[in-house]
């Protein structure tokens, strides 16, 4: 069983930045991938970033590639998601996801956090 829960999210104006975190509970965490989700208003969750069970792979959804940053520190049982150069369209609630193997797929991750907003204003 793993718990989540994201942190670091908030209102930011276009360009800016911010660090979602995600800890993890759990003796196991170091064995999962990790995922990123978002869902903005009326659409579908849609896949942000993965993260191998070590750190040494990582994919990124297109909208975001080059302006995200998905890390892990399984010392310390938490993910961190660097988003810089926000848009408006980036206005989300992320989730934090912990499944078996890396996948661009809602279900292929067996546990979720609660989610944090993040809104970008122009």
């Known amino acids: 069983q793993v718990q989540l829960v994201e942190s670091g999210g908030g209102l930011v104006q276009a360009g800016g930045s911010l660090r979602l975190s995600c800890a993890a509970s759990g003796r196991t965490f170091s064995s999962y991938t990790m995922g990123w989700f978002r869902q903005a208003p009326g659409k579908e969750r849609e896949f942000v970033a993965a993260?191998?069970?070590?750190?040494?792979?990582?994919v990124y959804a297109d909208s975001v590639k080059g302006r995200f940053t998905f890390s892990r520190d399984n010392a310390k049982n938490t993910v961190y998601l660097q988003m810089n150069s926000l848009k408006p369209e980036d206005t989300a609630v992320y989730y934090c996801a912990a499944g078996p193997t890396t996948s661009r797929y809602r279900s292929g991750y067996d546990y979720w956090g609660q989610g944090t907003q993040v809104t970008v204003s122009s």
């Open positions: 993260i191998s069970w070590n750190g040494g792979s990582t």
